[in-house]
């Protein structure tokens, strides 16, 4: 137990480093509550930022989300055995991690709804917004999955949004400059 706490600060600590050097923030309560069914972009036009400061605000609300999905990554490919599968001695790493970036993804779909984007983007932010709100919560039932096979099957249903996204991060890094 004692090694998988370290693990754990380990994994902590290397987050906050990925970081582009600002201050950390609290993290964000898993419920999930942010209304992306609602959204109203017609004026999202009006009083928006310069796609420069728009570009620069993205990148740090999505640079969170970048740094917790790398670090998954990281730990799936050290614990692959090969066929798809993680060891299963990596789970509890592996959910702490989707936590994490469940946690993220929920903060940057706040940052993407609490700012008025470029026209250019402003459509672009909005499905990134919903997709990313689905997104967190498929990532909160991986991160507290009860045994192997509940946590595949929540992987598959993540596996499957991800791939059926309509949402264009890159699309929106390139528009922005």
Known sequence: MRFMRLGVIVVMFSLAS???GSPT????DSGFSVDTTQIDSSGQ???AMSEVDAGRLYLEIVNPVDCAYWEIVDIQNANSLGDGTVD???LFELQTMFDVLAS???GAVRSFLDNSWPEVVAADIETIARVWSK???A???ISVAIDQSTYTLAMNSYNSLISASDANPGYIRSALG
């Open 18 to 20: 990925c970081g582009s």
């Open 45 to 47: 036009g009006e009083g």
């Open 25 to 28: 923030t609290e993290p964000i």
């Open 88 to 90: 299963p001695a990596a």
């Open 135 to 137: 997104a967190a919560r």
């Open 139 to 141: 990532e909160f039932a």
């Open 104 to 106: 993220a993804r929920e």
